[in-house]
């Protein structure tokens, strides 16, 4: 792909970007190098005043830099300003909690003994397209407060956000090679991991790039973060309060225009309230205003034709397979890459929904008999991201709780990602852990340190 900001409401191309050539890519890395060894010792104090610099530069940019998201990926223009704003908080929260996150930890011993936490050196972050500054604010803010430093690989239809980025925290006061943007196609990635100056790599994205960046990774014994598909299941039991399952169910399908990870997208509900949750469900579907997402709309376009492509596909041969279609879930006319949601129910097990991830506002709905038939049939995913759970009874929420297959489970709520809280998950949506206390100390040597046992004075 080459690197093109590509306007998703017409499939105009904006700007195009030369990728670095290799004298160039050297040249960053080897600025990494020496930005590291002078970082790694400036203090938590020195490093969150920058931050929180760039805290104040993001909210005051907020409508600048969520223009320049609709532009290269589509979302609404309130969920991109939204985006900036949640980055102005993640900045916030490890400037302020850094320190305490990453102190030293006594051991109780015979002798003086603690444990430290100390930066690894340059991280490549390779990251997606659909949370063009979340995704990558929630791995540089903890990684620089940690002291290391950050070499961003963004997707390719995403250039402009990433300059931006470099741009926010250049500004911001972070030293020269201490945050870099690499704008460099796929097939450079792997030179960059080989390369012994970068030690480390954290990855959000498809299932197969995942792969393939852990497994050159372990190949040079380097650590990875990894947070790859999802297919979340959004369970309703009888007892759950219907309406607000319903609003919760169609805001998650639909965020980021239906392109995120964590968006619910099995809807597992009990027979008692199946009928009553579908007519209200596909009512809210068919409602949708799917329009120029600069204007107070619902959805906007899909970010590239080929996920509009891979999401019709996706539909039609689940059809095909003997789901039914309840309403959208079809491309639009015209020009640009718009998509109209849609409810598939009943899916048999040979149809591609049941287990691919649909990464598009597809939702499949499938009716359970019981709290066992409900676990059984959202474990019974390769993935394991996110889960939501909807019922009042505490029995259930604690099976749900204990027994679901997943690195989140929320209850009587959708899922979101919180700078506070540990984000991730297990099965083949990856491993290790943003956000919260994990994520700070992802890529850290937490060191042990033992000083001699005094020796008791003799007389």
Known sequence: MAIASIDPRTGDTLETFAALTDEELDRKLAAAERAFRAFRRTTFAERAAPMRRAADLLDAEKAHLGTTMVEEMGKTLASAVAEVEKCARAC?????HAARDLADE?????????VRHL????????MPWNFPLWQVFRFAAPALMAGNVGLLKHASNVPRSALAIESVLTRAGFPEGVFQTLLIGAGAVGRVLDDPRVVAATLTGSEPAGAAVASQCGKRIKPTV??????????????????????AAVASRTLNNGQSCINAKRFLVHHEVYDRFTER?????EALAVGDPMEPVDVGPLALESVRRDVVEQVER????????LCGGRAMPGRGFWFRPGVLADIPESAPAYRE?????????????????????????????????????????????????AGQTFVNAMVASDPRVPFGGIKHSGYGRELGVPGIRAFVN????????RRQATE
Not at 92 to 96: I, K
Request: glycine share 8%; hydrophobic share 45%.
């Open 357 to 405: 991830e649909v990464f598009g506002p597809v939702a499949l709905l499938s009716r359970v008999r019981s709290l066992d038939e409900a676990i059984e049939r959202a474990n019974d995913s390769p993935f394991g991201l996110g889960s939501s759970v909807w019922t009042a009874d505490e029995g259930e929420q604690e099976r749900f709780i204990n027994e679901l297959d």
């Open 226 to 247: 990894l947070e790859l598909g999802g297919s979340d299941a959004f369970i309703v039991m009888p007892s759950a309060d219907l309406e607000a399952a319903v609003k």
């Open 92 to 96: 916030r929260h490890y400037a302020e």
């Open 106 to 114: 006594p051991i109780a011993t015979e002798s003086r003994t603690f």
């Open 446 to 453: 937490s060191k042990t340190v033992s000083f001699a046992a």
């Open 281 to 285: 469900f596909v009512a809210a579907f």
């Open 119 to 126: 930066p690894l050196g340059p991280v490549l972050a390779v």
């Open 318 to 325: 689940s059809v095909l397979a003997g789901a039914k279609l």
